[in-house]
C-alpha cells in the first residue's frame, strides 16, 4: 500500500465521453500533483496543488482537461471529450511542500481510448 | 526548458555483473535530484535523492549514485545486480528557485533486465 489511492486502477472509455479520475494522497501530504505517463516515456508534469489552491499547469493541459482539490484533501481530474490520444497512464503524487522530501507515487489510473 | 537525458533505453546484465545508468540534466542552477524505480505492474517508488552534502548519495537495495555537478550528471551504480532488480528507472530533477520548487522532470526511463 502506498499511501496515495487512485480510483479507478483502469478506464476504457469511447471518444468523445467524459472521464473523471480520483486521488487520495497522503493526508498530511499539503501538495498534490497529477503527472500523464505514455508508452516509452517518462512521466510529464500536468498540475499540482498546494492544499486547495492550483499553483500550476503544464501547457499539456489543454481546455478538455480540469483538475480540481476542493478541501484540501482528495483530487480529481477530469477529462472531457477524450481523444484516442489521451489514452496513457495518469498519475497522481502527493509531497510536503518542504524541500526536503520527494514525491510519494500512486498506482496510476490506465485510460484507454476507443 | 529544462531536460533531463537517460542514456540507455534498454540494459540488459546477467546477474552479479555491476550496473551503471547514465542520466545527464539540462539546468545550471540548484537542483535536487532523484531515481525512482517502477517494478513490473507496480507503482514508481523514490530509490534514492541528492539535495546537498555528499555528493556520493546511498539509496535502497544497495543502489548509490554521484552527484557531478560539472557534467551535469547523476548515474546510478550498483556493484551486483539481482535478478529482482529487473524494472524500469527513472532519473527525475527538480529546479530550485531561489526560495521555490519547480516540479519534477522525468528522464524517459532506461529498462533494465537482469538475466539469472
Known amino acids: 500500500d502506498t499511501g496515495v489511492s487512485q480510483d479507478p486502477r483502469h478506464k476504457i472509455t469511447k471518444r468523445g465521453q467524459n472521464v473523471t479520475f480520483r486521488c487520495d494522497p497522503i493526508?498530511?501530504?499539503?501538495?498534490l500533483y497529477w503527472y500523464r505517463q505514455t508508452l516509452g516515456q517518462g512521466p510529464e508534469f500536468l498540475t499540482y496543488f498546494q492544499n486547495e489552491a492550483q499553483l500550476e499547469k503544464s501547457r499539456l493541459l489543454s481546455d478538455r482537461f480540469s483538475a480540481e482539490r476542493p478541501k484540501g484533501s482528495f483530487s480529481t481530474l477530469e477529462i472531457q471529450r477524450t481523444e484516442q490520444g489521451d489514452s496513457a497512464m495518469y498519475l497522481c503524487a502527493s509531497s510536503l511542500a518542504d524541500q526536503g522530501h520527494g514525491y510519494t507515487f500512486g498506482s496510476g489510473t490506465r485510460l484507454t481510448v476507443v | 526548458a529544462q531536460s533531463v537525458s537517460q542514456h540507455n533505453h534498454h540494459v540488459i546484465l546477467s546477474e552479479a555483473a555491476s550496473l551503471e545508468l547514465g542520466c545527464n540534466y539540462s539546468y545550471g542552477g540548484t537542483v535536487n535530484l532523484f531515481w525512482y524505480v517502477q517494478y513490473p505492474g507496480q507503482h514508481l517508488q523514490l530509490l534514492l535523492k541528492y539535495f546537498s552534502g555528499d555528493p556520493l548519495v546511498k539509496g535502497i537495495k544497495g543502489f548509490e549514485a554521484e552527484f557531478i555537478k560539472s557534467k551535469f550528471s547523476f548515474n546510478l551504480r550498483k556493484p551486483s545486480v539481482q535478478w529482482s532488480d529487473t524494472a524500469e528507472y527513472f532519473c527525475a530533477v527538480r529546479v530550485n528557485y531561489g526560495g521555490s520548487q519547480g516540479n519534477l522532470i522525468f528522464g524517459k526511463g532506461t529498462k533494465l533486465s537482469v538475466k539469472p
Open positions: 493526508s498530511e501530504h499539503n501538495r
